[in-house]
């Protein structure tokens, strides 16, 4: 028994002693002697608009070692396999800010007895690309100071701000049974609208969904609502494959006046809803492919915008990211994209312009391979009965929300 107690202390011992060795700070490591480090808490996210001018605060290199002496320290920006180790570890696709964006110090000074100080960033002239987010990395590669391992990055990543345009709808429904050919299936799905209501006090109030062939049973539809008769106004349902799924209060209750971006996935077995980028209910309730034609988006929406609908599953990281964003209209299994925001999209050059008259579809859908392109309808037409393209009386929506 005394065998057994010593092996077990002695184990004990030598896994403290390991741990201790896992948690080692390296800044404490460089206490004896000088290092340079990058203090900063993990990634630095900002909200940036189009054309503005930012100066970044939050990342600063360190000094282990008060001294009576100067020192500097190197930096280098922009940096791309540092990006791509980056993307690599956290599975992200962000892109390089390109140089004439931004502005950083290639050497920081520092006088004596100082040990700390913030790197001068500056953000100028932003112009986000349709293709991903931007994120500038930074790195201590030396100077007159020795750089600790693992405490030498830092990187600013840069999330789009915008200023927009909403539809705000006024009781017309807004949709079209010919969008695409009456033998279209899709093996997967996920349909995204983002929508604001000033009430929930009625039952039965339809969201958006699709139109299907004619005299199609009811597995293959895809109804989404507030309310029903076994549920409160305010409560969230799905109905599709013949059956429903009603979510639960304690899950997600809407409440007036605020925005929520509703998802709603297909993989091929699983129903999956989702509420600003959370689970809030998965089912299965059937398999197979859905077959459709067309698309409704219903008039009872106050306002409304970004409503998209692939035919592939999102994921929920995929979701998530974009709950406040526009996403890229090429990207692949993307069949409809309703920004709502008052602007075409040329999908032949990607030139944006400004044109209230119609709902305009940005995507530009390609089946497998870039060579089977399927030709959508361009446009939604505008419901007549007083729908418009709210502008919030001259200040624009903003998202993500300012708080």
């Known amino acids: ?78 940096d791309e396999a540092q990006l791509q180790a980056y993307n690599e570890a956290n599975g992200t696709q962000y892109l390089m800010l390109p140089a004439e964006m931004y502005e950083v110090p290639q050497k920081m000074e520092f006088k004596a007895t100082s040990t700390k100080q913030m790197i001068p960033i500056k953000l100028k002239d932003i112009k986000f690309s349709m293709e991903g987010d931007y994120a500038l990395p930074i790195k201590i590669v030396g100077g007159g100071v020795n750089v600790i391992p693992g405490e030498d990055e830092g990187i600013v990543i840069l999330e789009k701000r915008i200023r927009t345009k909403v539809l705000k709808m006024a009781g017309s429904e807004a949709g079209s049974d010919q969008m695409f050919p009456q033998d279209f299936k899709v093996n997967q799905w996920t349909m995204e609208v983002m929508i604001n209501r000033s009430d ?87 398999e197979g492919a859905y077959g459709l034609v067309g698309f409704w988006l219903s008039g009872v929406n106050k306002y409304v915008r970004e409503v998209r609908f692939w035919d592939v599953a999102r994921t929920q990281q995929q ?5 406040w964003k526009m996403v890229n209209p090429t990207e692949k299994g993307l069949l409809l994209y309703y920004p709502c925001n008052g602007q075409k999209r040329n999908h032949e050059t990607g030139e944006i312009t400004e044109d209230a008259s119609k709902i305009w579809n940005w995507a530009t859908y390609y089946g497998e391979g870039k060579d089977n392109k399927l030709e959508l309808l361009e446009k939604l037409d505008l419901p007549t009965k007083g729908s418009i393209f709210d502008d919030n009386g001259g200040d624009m929506f903003v998202f993500p929300l300012e708080e």
Do not use: H
Request: aromatic share 10%.
């Open 319 to 323: 979701i998530k990211s974009y709950v």
């Open 200 to 286: 929930y006090s009625r039952n039965n109030q339809a969201i958006a969904g699709t139109k299907l062939v004619a005299n199609a049973g009811p597995m293959d539809e895809i109804y989404t609502r507030f309310g029903d008769v076994t549920i409160d106004p305010n409560q969230l349902q799905i109905k599709t494959g013949a059956s429903q799924i009603d979510i639960p209060k304690n899950k997600f209750a809407a409440k007036a006046d605020e925005w929520y971006m509703l998802g709603f996935v297909y993989d091929g077995k699983n129903t999956i809803v989702y509420v600003n980028g959370e689970v809030v209910a998965e089912q299965q309730i059937r």
């Open 1 to 78: 028994m005394k065998k057994i107690f010593i092996t077990l202390v002695m184990g004990a011992a030598m896994l403290s002693a390991c741990q201790n060795e896992l948690y080692n700070n390296p800044v404490e490591d460089f206490s004896s002697e000088q290092g340079a480090y990058i203090d900063a808490s993990g990634p630095i996210q900002i909200f940036v608009e189009e054309g503005r001018e930012y100066n970044v605060k939050d990342i600063k290199v360190g000094l282990t070692v008060k001294e009576d002496q100067a020192n500097s320290v190197s930096l280098i920006a922009g």
